[in-house]
């Protein structure tokens, strides 16, 4: 017996959360949260539920996140560890990339909730 062939896993921007969520078969699978700032996107944390860890879904959700901010033409601020990560082996992006400056993280310390 054969088991149903799976879709492919499936990035959407969720403005009301401030986050890309990767789907897998319709199940939230992770997210990598964000908040604007005039003309950037700060991305701040990224995460993959331990159910689907080892598969590569991080790597996709991130590629797809910064693809889809390039073409809203906003600018990218790697606050969190896998996405500057991410940025450091992808150099497609690094036109649209900013430093992270102590006054970006102390303005993001207002706006995320404690």
Do not use: N
């Not at 889809?68 to 497609?92: M, N, Q, T, W």
């Amino acid at each position: 017996m054969t088991q149903p062939a799976a879709t492919a896993p499936s990035v959407q921007r969720v403005d009301a959360k401030h986050r890309y969520e990767i789907l897998v078969d319709g199940e939230t699978a992770g997210f990598t949260a964000y908040r604007d700032r005039d003309d950037r996107r700060v991305f701040y944390h990224t995460e993959i539920d331990d159910a689907f860890a080892g598969q590569g879904l991080a790597s996709l959700l991130v590629q797809q996140a910064l693809a889809d901010v390039r073409v809203s033409g906003k600018r990218i601020v790697p606050v969190c560890p896998y996405v500057a990560k991410f940025l450091k082996k992808h150099d497609e992006f690094a036109d649209i990339t900013d430093p992270v400056t102590p006054e970006l993280l102390q303005w993001l310390e207002t706006v995320l909730p404690r």
